[in-house]
């Protein structure tokens, strides 16, 4: 695609030239309902270096950027951050640009990602506390494996502070100016923390490792691979990231279900109303009505969580299978939870819906609630009495 795309200036001789998917919906599963962007960053020093590519899609737009400030053909150094193919994508295109460039992976889980991907390429593999100097500048390597892939890293340059995290403090979030503070920091803050609840919610201890071998470094700017530059909030991602990876958790109820004919939706309002009862905020989500990555940023610092699915043909829902499968995939952490359902004669979903439950790693602190047909108002005040009285 033609196109007249220019760099960003972030920094002295240091240019933002990624994409930006305004249009992006679904990434693997994760519903996606701002966009993103493709962030990589061109270092103009005595050596010239690009951190990271772009999804394949965007690889023109890269590389007009990139030429807007120097010949693809200059680029010495490609630092491979990241296989996936969002950062990566574009990496043997620009390679046959730039002949001469040396592109830093890390060993030996980036070495066999990207060659399995585009083949052999002018690889050189680096590990923890490797270097390379561009002249005035130096880059520093930090492995970061699983945060989220084996082969993930992240590049510190110490002369200008910057940090260049990947995916590490990102967020799907399309944007036409790039650092944090020309935008809304509510809604950027949001999506860090839905981005880390789809995509790091499992790799807790690998975050926190990570932010270890950070500690001490100060940063002017944390240029993401996704979404806004940090450089006036830095401290507050860092604070949301230090208490992500702990797992810490609010107190704070969720609720989520699927319903046939409304009677699990009731058993629903009713148990948001008995946690409002105990001045605990409740989140209400029907699985029709939210994308499952939505209700999991929820859930990832809610401390209590309710799941609901009436029976049909001797399974819960496939929404809420499905739900429970990506949950349990995430693998949260210190959850306090139950099973709830109407029935009409079988009912073995609600203890289907417990077991996923408990595989999730949710504590059970309720015994499961079983309602054939439509709830009595009865059956609700007591379902009521019951989250009342829970010593939680
Ligand atoms: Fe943004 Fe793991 O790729």
């Keep these: 695609m033609l196109n007249n795309c220019k760099a960003i200036q972030v920094a002295e001789n240091i240019f933002w030239v990624g994409a930006v998917d305004w249009s992006m919906r679904n990434f693997h599963g994760y519903e996606t309902s701002r966009g ?20 394949i899609d965007f690889a023109d737009e890269l590389i007009a950027r990139i030429s807007s400030v120097v010949e693809p053909s200059k680029i010495d150094v490609i630092v491979s951050s990241h296989v996936e193919p969002d950062h990566s994508g574009a990496l043997a295109k620009v390679a046959a640009l730039a002949p001469n460039a040396q592109i830093f992976t890390t060993n030996p889980n980036g070495l066999k990602g990207l060659t399995n991907r ?35 890293m992240v590049t510190y340059c110490p002369e200008e502070k910057i940090l260049f995290s ?59 691979g996704h ?24 107190e704070r109820a969720v609720v989520v279900f699927d319903s046939m004919w409304h009677s699990t939706e009731i058993l629903a309002r009713t148990i948001v109303e008995a ?3 105990r001045k605990i905020p409740a989140a209400f ?44 995939g995430l693998r949260p952490v210190n959850h306090k939870a139950f099973a709830f359902g109407s029935y009409g004669w079988g009912g073995q979903s609600i203890a289907q819906v417990e077991d996923e439950l408990k595989a999730a790693g949710c504590e059970i602190i309720l015994e499961k609630i079983r309602v054939a047909n ?14 009342l009285a829970l010593d939680l």
């Design 166 to 224: 990947n995916d590490a403090f990102g967020e799907h979030l399309a944007t036409s100016l790039r650092f944090d503070d020309e935008n809304d920091l509510d809604t950027i803050l949001f999506e860090a923390k839905k981005y880390y609840a789809n995509i790091l919610m499992p790799f807790g201890k690998q975050a926190q490792t990570a932010l270890k071998a950070l500690d001490g470094l100060e940063f002017k700017l944390i240029a993401t």
């Design 374 to 387: 439509l709830p009595t108002v009865e059956q609700l005040d007591d379902i009521t009495g019951k989250i």
């Design 118 to 152: 585009y083949g052999a390429l002018n690889y050189k593999a680096v590990k923890a506390g490797d270097e390379i100097s561009l002249g005035r500048r130096t880059l520093k390597f930090v492995p970061t494996p699983m945060l989220h892939w084996p082969d993930s």
């Design 275 to 277: 946690f409002a009862q």
């Design 36 to 55: 993103s962007t493709y962030n990589a960053y061109l270092i103009v020093d005595e050596k010239i270096a690009l951190v990271d590519t772009a999804k």
């Design 285 to 328: 989500y029907d699985l029709k009505a939210t994308p499952m990555s939505d209700i999991v940023t929820d859930i990832f610092t809610s401390k209590y969580l309710a799941v609901g699915s009436p029976t049909i043909n001797n399974q819960m829902m496939p929404t809420v299978a499905a739900f429970l499968c990506y949950l349990k």
């Design 227 to 250: 979404g806004v530059i940090w450089r006036t909030h830095i401290d507050k991602i860092l604070d949301c990231y230090r208490k992500w990876s702990a797992g810490t958790v609010d």
